[in-house]
T-cell receptor, first 115, second 114 residues
Framework: NAGVTQTPKFRILKIGQSMTLQCTQD?????MYWYRQDPGMGLKLIYY???????DKGEVPNGYNVSRSTTEDFPLRLELAAPSQTSVYFCASSYFKDRVNTEAFFGQGTRLTVV | AQSVTQLGSHVSVSEGALVLLRCNYSSSVPPYLFWYVQYPNQGLQLLLK??????LVKGINGFEAEFKKSETSFHLTKPSAHMSDAAEYFCAVSRSGGYQKVTFGTGTKLQVIP
C-alpha cells in the first residue's frame, strides 16, 4: 500500500518556468489537499478537493492551479514560477463522510527552489 | 476564525525527561484538535486527535494530550523522552472535522539531549 505519492522529490526552477507537481493516492480517499510549508510558518493550505471534478481555493492559492479528474490524482500546477514559491509542498488525502474524517495521510513532500 | 498558537519554536529536553509541548487554540465553536509529528525530510504523521469524546487522548509512541476547554489548551506530553522523539511537532485545529478547514500551528522542534 503506497499511500500518498508525490513526484518529484526535488526540483529547481528558473523564474517564469512552469511545472506540475504530481500527487496520487491509492486509498480511495475523497478529500485531497495541497499545502506549502515555509520555515517557521507552519502549513498553509493552497487548494483542496472534496472529490473528482470539485476543487476549491485554500488560504494561499495565488500562482497555482489544480485539477481533479480522477479520485486518485491531484496535480498542482505552477504557471510562472516566482522566488516566493520556493517552499516544500505537501499533498495529503483523507476520507470524509457523514461528518466523520479519517486522519490525513501526507506525502513525503516536494522541495522546490525557484532561482 | 480559528487558530492555534504553539509556544516555543524549539524545545530541548534530556533523554528520559518529561516532554511538554504547548498548544493553545482559538475557535468560536467546539474544535477538533490534532497533533502531528514530522521527522526530517518526511511528511506529517498523525500522533493523536481530539474529536469531543474523552478529554485525555492517547496517541502513538507514548504521547498523550489533554483537552482543557477552560484554558483553551491541548498540550502534548510524554512522560519520558527518547532519542527517537526528536522531530518537529505541529498542533492543528479544525471546526468541522473536515480537513479542508484544518489550521496548523507554526511547529515546535523537539531536541532530545543524550
Amino acid at each position: 500500500n503506497a499511500g500518498v505519492t508525490q513526484t518529484p522529490k526535488f526540483r529547481i526552477l528558473k523564474i517564469g518556468q512552469s511545472m506540475t507537481l504530481q500527487c496520487t493516492q491509492d486509498m480511495n480517499h475523497n478529500y485531497m489537499y495541497w499545502y506549502r510549508q515555509d520555515p517557521g510558518m507552519g502549513l498553509k493550505l493552497i487548494y483542496y478537493s472534496v472529490g473528482a471534478g470539485i476543487t476549491d481555493k485554500g488560504e494561499v492559492p495565488n500562482g497555482y492551479n489544480v485539477s481533479r479528474s480522477t479520485t486518485e490524482d491531484f496535480p498542482l500546477r505552477l504557471e510562472l514560477a516566482a522566488p516566493s514559491q520556493t517552499s516544500v509542498y505537501f499533498c495529503a488525502s483523507s476520507y470524509f463522510k457523514d461528518r466523520v474524517n479519517t486522519e490525513a495521510f501526507f506525502g513525503q513532500g516536494t522541495r522546490l527552489t525557484v532561482v | 476564525a480559528q487558530s492555534v498558537t504553539q509556544l516555543g519554536s524549539h524545545v530541548s529536553v534530556s533523554e528520559g525527561a518529561l516532554v511538554l509541548l504547548r498548544c493553545n487554540y482559538s475557535s468560536s465553536v467546539p474544535p477538533y484538535l490534532f497533533w502531528y509529528v514530522q521527522y526530517p525530510n518526511q511528511g506529517l504523521q498523525l500522533l493523536l486527535k481530539y474529536t469531543s469524546a474523552a478529554t485525555l487522548v492517547k496517541g502513538i509512541n507514548g504521547f498523550e494530550a489533554e483537552f482543557k476547554k477552560s484554558e483553551t489548551s491541548f498540550h502534548l506530553t510524554k512522560p519520558s523522552a527518547h532519542m527517537s522523539d526528536a522531530a518537529e511537532y505541529f498542533c492543528a485545529v479544525s471546526r468541522s472535522g473536515g480537513y479542508q478547514k484544518v489550521t496548523f500551528g507554526t511547529g515546535t522542534k523537539l531536541q532530545v539531549i543524550p
